[in-house]
């Protein structure tokens, strides 16, 4: 019989109706689970947060509590179930697919557009979608599973408020599809680490996220770049990584924020798309910015935050954003 470890830390799919909106109910969830008949071949233990949160209040301190008890618990079971409101969850899992180095478990995100109380709930075969994953020795990664589709983490963006889908990875072919028969697409699956499981342990790190767009917000981005003091930042660009190389200041400020130290990485504003420098407006290495291929927004940060929470120079720093480390990147 598998074990499977359940972190439950909040999200829709174990809220209640209030007159204030959806909220979080202590408990709702662990009574809930005990419906779970068609598991019952699975040996399931649940650790249900003090404070369960809507996603939208995720802090860093939350993710340094997910590792530390994954990485506690790792050896006593087969695979984890994160439950997590869907509002930040590609993030979530983003940082736990860089930050859980030489996972050979499954690590398995998942929560509801419907809460659990409904009687459409999306809940249901979510969770036992997910629970089903968790149990896969194969399954060396963090994924999500929703609306019927295994999806890789760090590959994963929330698509849609209202309808069932809720994520996407963006074209990519997902890793396994929950239909009348499930389809496990193994060929896609991560390889089996070589390395030890070493967690790292997450430092709260000034990173920031800018997107370009026409007009004012150009202006005050080219005058934030001068003068921010942060580590790392994500620059959302135009189409393949184009930026308005005649605008009097914004280049001039990429360049002189990666000389203060700065990493930068440059990912398409695009919801599929990748860097490329096909334009002059995207001849922009000479600036400094590194890369970031096909990454989604949430996978670059979640990179930035986990490399700048090592001891890795900045040199190496900049040269690991452009590896494939957890799949989360097309590498040319
Ligand atoms: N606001 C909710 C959350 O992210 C949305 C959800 O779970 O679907 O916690």
Redesign the pocket.
């Known amino acids: 019989m598998k074990k499977i470890l359940i972190i439950y830390t909040?999200?829709?799919?174990g809220?209640d109706y209030s007159d204030n909106g959806?909220q979080v109910v202590p408990g709702l969830f662990k009574s809930q689970l005990q419906q779970l008949a068609p598991v019952a071949n699975v040996h399931i233990d649940l650790i249900e947060y003090e404070n369960l949160?809507?996603?939208?209040e995720i802090k860093i301190t939350h993710w340094i509590q997910m590792i530390d008890q994954i990485k506690r618990a790792y050896t006593s079971y087969d695979g984890f179930v994160i439950i997590?409101?869907?509002?930040?969850?590609a993030y979530t899992a983003s940082v736990l697919a860089f930050a859980l180095k030489g996972l050979s478990k499954p690590v398995v995100l998942t929560?509801?557009?419907l809460p659990l109380v409904h009687r459409r709930s999306d809940g249901w075969s979510n969770l036992i979608d997910a629970l089903y994953a968790a149990g896969q020795e194969d399954l060396h990664e963090v994924v999500i599973s929703f609306d019927h589709k295994l999806l890789r983490g760090c590959r994963a963006r929330k698509v849609s408020t209202d309808k069932f889908i809720g994520f996407d990875s963006m074209g990519k072919t997902p890793l396994a599809e929950f239909g009348i028969n499930v389809s496990w697409y193994k060929d896609q699956w991560m390889q089996a680490r070589q390395t030890e499981f070493l967690p790292i342990v997450l430092k709260p790190v000034k990173i920031l996220v800018i997107s370009l767009y026409p007009g004012y917000t150009t202006d005050f981005v080219a005058e934030c770049l001068a003068t921010v003091q942060v580590k790392g930042l994500v620059l959302r660009t135009y189409g393949c990584g184009n930026i308005p190389l005649q605008h009097p200041q914004l280049a001039k400020s990429i360049q002189k924020a990666s000389e203060r130290g700065i990493i930068i990485i440059n990912v398409t504003q695009v919801t599929e798309g990748c860097i490329a420098s096909n334009y002059t407006n995207g001849k922009v290495e000479g600036l400094g910015m590194v890369s970031g291929s096909d990454m989604t927004t949430e996978a670059a940060l979640a990179k930035l935050t986990v490399l700048l929470s090592t001891d890795m120079s900045d040199t190496a720093i900049r040269a690991a954003i452009g590896y494939n480390l957890a799949g989360e990147l097309t590498q040319k």
């Open positions: 909040g999200g829709t799919i809220m959806l949160i809507d996603s939208s997590h409101g869907t509002d930040t969850m929560g509801a557009q």
